[in-house]
């Protein structure tokens, strides 16, 4: 093998890293994402969608997947066509059968074994195709593929299938579970802690002996507790797997705030009729929800779609501005155009359930944990790592060290790759 590649299937996002080993020798940061382009940015990783034809054959995945499915709603020419958004069955189901099977944005079924086969050998061939400029050849990489922490063995054995379905050969792969990931990177790359607000550089945060807790928030609040072995190697000591605390509890925030300025009848009939539009307004909220710092003080302007406005005047008989002034929003909320001005305390009042669960179950975790000491905190999703809820962990556990880095996702791809050059790192490799 001359070169590591790391491939991170997520519930949200995934991409793909990788780094040859003599690179990887000279310089271990020196890890290669592969940019994935969408309409306005370039990032390291793309959504986990995935777009079939009618046929069920593989269309595309990621924003491309996005953007074709958009053009055919729009043509309403999406009939027959399958769109996979999101893949939380990755981290709701501690067990993954060959029998599983996951509903598309329509409602029709699939077996997840195919669906995920598409995926990973999607991914797969991406790089495999940039890297023949590189006169590499497919038996010359070893594939890392990150697995969510409660996945059990029957679950692990369920993605070797995949890989090897896939075209990633059983002496070609290893698994490796995302906190795990996280962690090697955090102890092998400079990052910034920020344990105290104030930001500093270093590597090597766990050492021997060190019990520590893995906190991803993403559909599900998912805390991990590991312990570095002498040896290096991690045992993990508890998991458990507590409530939507994550994204969607905000999301369900934000729905009931819509439900109140609209009606749900406005907002079915809206979804129904365009529902790429209507999904277009909570991915739009998850990127706010994102960046939303705790000391703003400026207004948060939310776009709505002009035709959610006309079927609001259709059924109502009066404008969304006219009925803002009786809704217990009034003064706070204001519709100019098409976008909503929305004061930063009521926005910032969206994470309100989210953050008292999470800090429940953090809390929960560590009193079940007598005696033992987990003084740190590794984050390793984007919400958990947001301002907002960052500093809600922070001001809570004031003695505990938080751990956040910059970029989760790539923190995790990247903690991959450094695991497949170093697999005796790990007890849990495969």
């Not at 306005?40 to 924003?63: E, R």
């Not at 797969?124 to 063995?153: F, G």
């Not at 009931?256 to 749900?264: A, E, R």
């Not at 703003?296 to 109502?316: A, G, H, Y």
């Amino acid at each position: 093998m001359i070169l590591v590649a790391a491939i991170n299937f997520g519930a949200i996002f995934s991409g793909i890293a990788f780094t040859f080993y003599d690179e990887f020798r000279r310089d271990p940061s020196d890890i290669e994402t592969y940019i994935w382009f969408s309409k306005a940015s370039s990032t390291g990783h793309t959504p986990s969608v995935l777009l079939l034809k009618p046929n069920k054959a593989l269309h595309s995945f990621g924003y491309e997947a996005e953007m074709k499915y958009a053009s055919l709603v729009k043509d309403s020419e999406q009939e027959g066509w399958l769109y996979f958004k999101g893949f939380k069955t990755l981290h709701q189901y501690k067990s993954l059968r060959r029998t599983k099977t996951i509903k598309d944005a329509n409602g029709q079924e699939m077996p997840a074994k195919t669906i995920f086969t598409m995926t990973i050998k999607y991914l797969k061939n991406h790089l495999v195709e940039l890297l023949k400029s590189r006169t590499m050849l497919e038996d010359s990489i070893l594939w890392v593929v990150t697995v969510p922490a409660i996945w059990d063995d029957g679950a692990k054995q369920f993605m070797t299938e995949v890989a090897a379905e896939a075209g990633i050969p059983r002496k070609q792969l290893l698994l490796v579970s995302e906190p795990e990931a996280a962690t090697i990177y955090c102890n092998n790359i400079p990052m910034e802690a920020k344990p105290d607000g104030r930001g500093r550089t270093e590597t090597n945060l766990f050492e021997p002996g060190t019990q520590y807790m893995v906190l991803d928030a993403g559909e599900t609040s998912d805390i991990t507790v590991l312990e570095v072995k002498s040896n290096q190697t991690l045992q993990e000591v508890h998991h458990v797997t507590d409530g939507a605390w994550g994204w969607d509890k905000v999301g369900d925030a934000f729905y009931q705030f819509l439900v109140t300025l609209t009606g749900i009848e406005v907002l079915t009939t809206f979804k129904v009729e365009n529902e790429i539009a209507y999904t277009h307004i909570f991915d739009d909220f998850e990127t706010m929800i994102s960046v939303m710092k705790p000391d703003s003080e400026s207004n948060v302007n939310i776009d709505l779609p002009p035709r959610l406005l006309e079927i609001f005047k259709e059924q109502t008989q009066e404008t969304l501005t006219e009925a803002l002034t009786r809704t217990r929003y009034a003064k706070r909320v204001e519709l100019t155009g098409n976008k909503l001005r929305v004061h930063p305390k009521i926005f910032k009042d969206f994470y309100n359930q989210s953050l008292q669960g999470i800090i429940q179950v953090i809390t929960d975790t560590m009193e079940s944990f007598q005696g033992a000491s987990e003084s740190k905190f590794l984050l390793v999703s984007d919400f958990v790592t947001s301002p907002m809820v960052l500093k809600a962990i922070r001001e809570s556990f004031p003695d505990n060290k938080v751990i956040a880095p910059t970029d989760p996702a790539l923190a995790v791809m990247k903690g991959a790759v450094i695991f497949g050059h170093i697999p005796h790192s790990s007890g849990d490799g495969i």
